[in-house]
C-alpha cells in the first residue's frame, strides 16, 4: 500500500487556520533535524581530527558561532538575544556530542 505523499506546507502568510500553522511547523522541524543531522556530522568529523580531548571545548569559538548568529538574526529581523539562547544550547549539545565521540574514537 503506498501512502499519498502530503502537500506541501503553506508559507506562514498564506496559513489560515491552525491545522495549515501546524503542518507547517512539523514540515520546519523535519527539516530543521536534517539540517542537526549535518551539523552533528561536522562534530564528528571535528572529534576525528583534534588531537586531545581538551581541544574539544573551544570558548573562542563558541562565542564566535554565537556572535555569527546573531549578526544574521538581526539582518533578517529576528530578535538576536533569542537567537544567542537557542545557539548556547544548540552549541552546548554539539560539545557534549563532540565529547562523546572523541572519547569513543579514543577506547573503541
Not at 527539516?31 to 580531548?53: H, N, S, W
Not at 549578526?71 to 538576536?80: I, K, S, T, Y
Request: charged content about 35%; aromatic content about 4%; glycine content about 2%.
Amino acid at each position: 500500500m503506498t501512502s499519498a505523499k502530503s502537500p506541501e506546507p503553506k508559507s506562514p502568510e498564506q496559513c489560515q487556520t491552525m491545522i495549515e500553522v501546524r503542518a507547517g511547523v512539523d514540515e520546519t522541524d523535519r527539516a530543521l533535524v536534517a539540517l542537526l543531522v549535518r551539523r552533528f556530522g561536522y562534530m564528528d568529523a571535528a572529534a576525528r581530527i583534534k588531537p586531545d580531548r581538551a581541544a574539544v571545548r573551544d570558548e573562542a569559538r563558541k562565542a564566535q558561532v554565537i556572535d555569527n548568529v546573531a549578526r544574521e538574526a538581526e539582518a533578517v529581523g529576528l530578535d538576536p538575544d533569542r537567537l544567542r539562547a537557542v545557539w548556547d544550547v544548540l552549541v552546548e549539545q554539539s560539545i557534549a556530542h563532540e565529547l562523546d565521540r572523541w572519547d569513543n574514537t579514543r577506547t573503541d
